[in-house]
């Protein structure tokens, strides 16, 4: 399509959603250079930049599918994402060398959460920061273009003349404007599936363990040196039973036997609401049986 495009107030151009995206992209480039010879006002620039308008509605749609979980109607997000979208017209410029819709995107976008922040603050927070948050938001739409990529805190510190630690706490501030339930669906553009609640942490076992360790301390305690010194080896040393009887001169039959009385005591322990006894169980231990 030739970039020498006429475009006047009485032309009829095709309908935009019976173009192709291809062929929306080229007559985008070929609007955007005949608007560059126009003087803005007159009828056929107004006549092409609501063309260009209507050519790029697609981006709003698409940004506003990010937030079609909000509570706001649809409706209301496309429109605020169209007045971002006429912004980036008047603000494009063809000599740089970018994808007007690489350039556009963040300005729609920005302009949508600038309406949520604007109108649906869930947490109190003070004006002080719902203003700089305004400005913050504003400075990194401008910076993100002129940068071709997301400035960093001293540099919205420096261009907004605050300090960092300011532009950290109003970013944080933009944290309060919404509430969401645990029961909303995740956001699925990170790959994830299911509730906001299922990226919370999980119950660690490992505190089980600890206390259980706990408890068991004044009950081991209350054991004879023997007594300690199976369980030491077994669960310590991770040695076989066999193993513990070569090193006490004991049967592994005795050996066996000794594990199940202490075990069966130091549970019974932990499940008694006594005290642990303050001396030695050795003597409730049943008679060694004959070496194997």
């Not at 609501?50 to 050519?55: G, P």
């Not at 003070?126 to 990529?149: C, F, H, N, S, T």
């Amino acid at each position: 399509m030739s970039s020498t495009l006429a475009v006047p107030a009485t032309v009829d151009l095709p309908e935009p959603g019976s173009l192709s995206t291809t062929d929306a992209k080229e007559l985008s480039a070929a609007l955007f250079e005949r608007m560059a010879t126009l003087d803005e006002g007159t009828a056929e620039y107004a006549y092409a930049r609501n063309t260009l308008v209507e050519l790029n509605l697609s981006l709003v749609k698409f940004a506003a599918t990010r937030f079609r979980n909000r509570a706001e109607p649809m409706e209301d997000i496309i429109q605020v994402g169209t007045i971002g979208l006429i912004k980036a017209i008047n603000r494009f410029d063809t000599g740089r060398g970018v994808e007007f819709a690489c350039f556009a995107l963040p300005t729609i976008v920005g302009e949508m959460k600038r309406f949520f922040r604007d109108t649906s603050w869930a947490v109190r927070v003070p004006r002080r920061l719902q203003e700089l948050r305004i400005d913050l938001a504003k400075a990194v739409d401008v910076m993100e273009q002129d940068l071709g990529r997301r400035p960093t805190t001293a540099e919205l510190a420096e261009r907004l003349d605050v300090t960092e630690e300011e532009i950290v706490e109003g970013e944080r501030a933009s944290n309060g404007y919404v509430a969401r339930s645990l029961d909303v669906p995740a956001n699925e553009d990170d790959g994830t599936v299911g509730t906001l609640t299922r990226s919370l942490g999980c119950e660690d076992t490992s505190y089980d363990i600890v206390d259980s360790l706990e408890s068991l301390k004044p009950l081991i305690a209350a054991l004879d040196e023997r007594d300690r010194l199976v369980l030491s080896l077994r669960f310590g040393d991770e040695l076989t039973q066999s193993e513990i009887g070569d090193r006490l001169g004991l049967s592994q039959m005795h050996v066996s036997r000794l594990l199940a009385r202490i075990l069966a005591a130091l549970r019974a322990g932990l499940l008694s609401d006594e005290p642990p006894a303050d001396g030695p169980t050795d003597a409730a231990a049943p008679p060694a049986g004959p070496a194997t």
